[in-house]
Nanobody
Framework: QTQLVESGGGLVQPGGSLRLSCAAS????????MGWYRQAPGKQRELVAR???????RYAESVKGRFTISRDNAKNTVYLQMNSLKPEDTAVYYC????????????WGQGTQVTVSS
């Protein structure tokens, strides 16, 4: 069974940066679409960014120009670099494996909390 472990969340001031990591195991990582999603209290889980096996990317409008998704197939890891963070970015961020560029896969990590506050 696929295992996804997120790390890198925390508390950051508005305008600050964080980098999230998601280490994958028990999958042939290099052929999988990967993604980041987030869920704020009282809201539905939403797409943040997705990346294909060839590193094509897709972003939610709300994070374009501020967030960057990338992958290192040698390390079985996908990253989310988050810059110019805003209070509305506060959420639990989840890693996802599988699916395609427009549909999430069935494998999820446990999530990592990101809080943007002064």
């Amino acid at each position: 069974q696929t295992q996804l472990v997120e790390s890198g969340g925390g508390l950051v001031q508005p305008g600050g940066s964080l980098r999230l990591s998601c280490a994958a195991s028990r999958i042939v990582f290099s052929i999988y679409f990967m993604g980041w999603y987030r869920q704020a209290p009282g809201k539905q889980r939403e797409l943040v960014a997705r990346i294909s096996k060839s590193s094509s990317t897709r972003y939610a409008e709300s994070v374009k120009g501020r967030f960057t998704i990338s992958r290192d197939n040698a390390k079985n890891t996908v990253y989310l670099q988050m810059n110019s963070l805003k209070p509305e970015d506060t959420a639990v961020y989840y890693c996802n494996a599988g699916g395609d560029m427009y549909v999430s896969g069935s494998s999820w990590g446990q999530g990592t909390q990101v809080t943007v506050s002064s």
